[in-house]
């Protein structure tokens, strides 16, 4: 099964429709279905890692100031105990499990555009930010052995993302933002991911991974490929001169 990053930006784009959410539709449509789909979403933080073992994990509404359309989205896809129990499994003394998340505005916005009919279980694991890009390369490669059982790893954050710097409506990227979009873009596209373990030395790293949480995902997503993987940009934008909104798609 294919593996794929999401840049995810605002939860608006749930109800919009615009090139990044047509560039998701696509994509779901070109991917075979999957079993079930675990989900990394910048959203999901806790000290150690866990998987929501819920039968239907809730819809969690995880910011304000949006129109209240929004508000009232729900994601009703079924969870898999069994996918949250595996994941465990494979990361080993590292997770556990629990049902005290659902599926949060990282999976569900991004979902629901790919899958609206929501009837592909879904489980989120959560991010542990403490832990060294190394050691997050290192989950992904744990969680590899999921993609030939059927299952979709989808990770959903921003490899620029950076909410105190924005600018509302500049389309220019910021110049420590497009140095960091732009030197991350050439190494996933030239497939050179172990050179990720060491972002922080790239120019314009502070700034643009300025909490960790929207960067994680990407490094979990790669360090689940294969030799035989190739990543190819879904898009390549940047919006509102600290966000870029890059999303990329591996085997397939």
Same mark, same amino acid.
């Given at each position: ?76 896809? %079924? &969870? ?6 595996? $994941?465990?499994?494979?990361? =080993?003394?590292?997770?556990? @499990?629990?049902? !005290? ?66 600018? %509302? &409506? ?6 420590? $933002?497009?140095?960091?979009? =732009?030197?991350?873009?050439? @190494?996933?596209? !030239? ?62």
């Amino acid at each position: 099964m294919p593996l794929a990053f999401i840049g995810h930006g605002s939860p608006m784009n749930a109800l919009e429709d615009n090139a990044w959410t047509r560039a998701w539709r696509q994509l779901a449509e070109e991917l075979p279905r999957p079993r079930a789909i675990l989900c990394l979403s910048a959203h999901f933080t806790t000290k150690g890692l866990y998987a929501v073992s819920a039968e239907r994990p809730r819809t969690i509404h995880d910011f304000y100031g949006f129109p209240r359309e929004l508000f009232e989205v729900s994601y009703q896809a %079924p &969870g898999s105990p069994e996918l949250a129990g595996r $994941a465990v499994s494979l990361l =080993e003394n590292r997770a556990g @499990l629990t049902e !005290d998340w659902g599926l949060d505005h990282g999976a569900w916005s991004v979902l629901r555009v790919m899958y609206p009919e929501a009837d592909i279980p879904v489980v989120q694991l959560s991010l542990d930010l403490g832990l060294p890009a190394r050691a997050q390369l290192g989950i992904g490669k744990a969680l590899s052995p999921l993609r030939d059982e059927g299952i979709f790893i989808l990770g959903s954050g921003n490899v620029v993302h950076n909410l105190r710097e924005i600018r %509302p &409506g500049q389309e220019t990227p910021l110049p420590w $933002a497009l140095a960091f979009g =732009e030197a991350i873009h050439r @190494l996933v596209l !030239d497939g050179d991911y172990e050179a990720l373990a060491d972002y922080q030395s790239l120019e314009g790293s502070g700034p643009s991974v300025n909490s960790g949480e929207h960067f994680v995902p990407l490094l979990q997503v790669l360090g689940a490929a294969t030799g035989a993987d190739r990543a190819r940009a879904i898009n390549h934008d940047y919006v509102w001169g600290s966000l870029s909104m890059t999303g990329y798609v591996l085997g397939g």
